[in-house]
């Protein structure tokens, strides 16, 4: 072996374990990029997040080092203008180089299915009526004994532009989400006029919410605290209006604050849709726009 190949080889050894342990750590990195993992599906998320920010990390070094590498030590000398060697084709090169993507795509498309699968949550499949033949492992967070807690049921209503929350338990309703933490929860999603997302980006969860279906969603928040859900949906004029406070408690708290606003008289909630438009009217311009009337302000048992 020449000086010259020794060198190319240790230079290659070098340069893969460089580009391998930088890939890694900006994988790693990846996970301060994204809100706090709120729910036990965001953590599935993030680790797939991480995954496909260090291949793609890697791809991209392992390119961009490689054309650097031959500008420095391959490049022709100066005031030398004659022609490259002549090469022919390498058929192992070409197999090889289609093979690697191929094989990545089929790594990544198995990878994040597993994903789909171990988060459990019921998608488009729930509006065409499919029986999913495949078992779902449902991502809940493990209590001491290994088993799961017993569900939740919320009843979620989207319309045009306010979120309204119904909790059977108790019969009452909200326009802020009350959830407990560590415990499987679903929810039951309504549309009362066009199409809305559900949509937590704490919880790494989004749904679209179809008219004329009711779509049954399930996720397990584990982490107290105060989180935002938003429409991801353009649903009309008002949509960046249809916003909503997503309160992750003990469970403990959850049953006393359902237990607290049963007590309560419904009232009218603040509304920003119904305000702004209301403000609209009365405007002495008039901009010529239409637009769709928003639903009336919902009347619920805790308004937020």
Same mark, same amino acid.
């Given at each position: ?15 893969? =374990? ?7 750590? =900006?994988?790693?990195?990846? *996970? ?20 496909? &920010? ?19 030590? %391959? ?8 022609d ?14 289609t ?6 795509? &089929?790594?990544?498309?198995t *990878?994040?299915?597993?994903? *789909?699968? #171990?988060?459990?949550? #019921?998608?488009?499949?729930?509006? &065409? ?12 967070a493990?209590?001491n ?7 939740? #049921? ?5 319309k ?31 549309? $009362? ?5 559900? *949509? ?11 008219? /004329? %279906? /009711?779509?049954?969603? $399930? ?26 406070n997503?309160v992750?408690?003990?469970? $403990?708290?959850?049953h ?7 007590? %309560? ?5 603040? /509304? ?11 405007? #002495? ?15 619920? /048992?805790?308004?937020?």
């Amino acid at each position: 072996m020449t000086i010259r190949k020794f060198f190319n080889l240790v230079t290659l050894v070098i340069g893969a =374990i460089a580009v391998t342990i930088t890939s890694l750590g =900006i994988g790693k990195l990846a *996970y301060t990029w994204l809100p706090p993992q709120a729910a036990a599906e965001s953590v599935l998320i993030d680790d797939l997040f991480s995954f496909l &920010v260090t291949l793609g990390a890697f791809i991209f070094l392992g390119v961009t080092c490689t054309l650097f590498y031959s500008l420095l030590f %391959h490049r022709a000398a100066e005031n030398d203008y004659s022609d490259g060697p002549h090469i022919e084709g390498n058929i192992t090169l070409e197999v090889v180089w289609t093979a690697i993507p191929i094989l990545l795509v &089929v790594w990544i498309a198995t *990878y994040s299915y597993q994903i *789909y699968e #171990q988060m459990g949550i #019921q998608g488009p499949t729930a509006l &065409v009526h499919l029986h999913n033949p495949m078992g779902m492992e449902s991502a809940y967070a493990a209590t001491n004994d290994g088993l799961a807690e017993p569900e939740e #049921q919320i009843d979620v209503l989207a319309k045009q532009w306010a979120w309204v929350f119904h909790y059977p338990e108790k019969d009452v309703t909200s326009t802020e989400l009350h959830l407990p933490s560590d415990r499987r929860v679903k929810l039951a999603l309504h549309s $009362e006029d066009v199409l809305h997302g559900f *949509y937590i980006p704490a919880f790494r969860l989004k749904q679209d919410i179809i008219p /004329n %279906h /009711n779509i049954d969603f $399930e996720f397990t928040p584990i982490r107290k605290g105060k989180y935002h859900l938003t429409d991801s949906q353009y649903s009309g004029t008002y949509f960046a209006t249809m916003q909503a406070n997503v309160v992750v408690e003990s469970p $403990e708290e959850y049953h006393k604050w359902l237990a607290k606003i049963a007590s %309560h008289k419904p009232g009218t909630a603040y /509304n920003q849709a119904s305000a702004e438009y209301a403000q609209s009217i009365t405007q #002495q311009v008039k901009t010529g726009w239409k637009t769709v009337a928003p639903a009336p302000a919902p009347v619920v /048992n805790y308004p937020g």
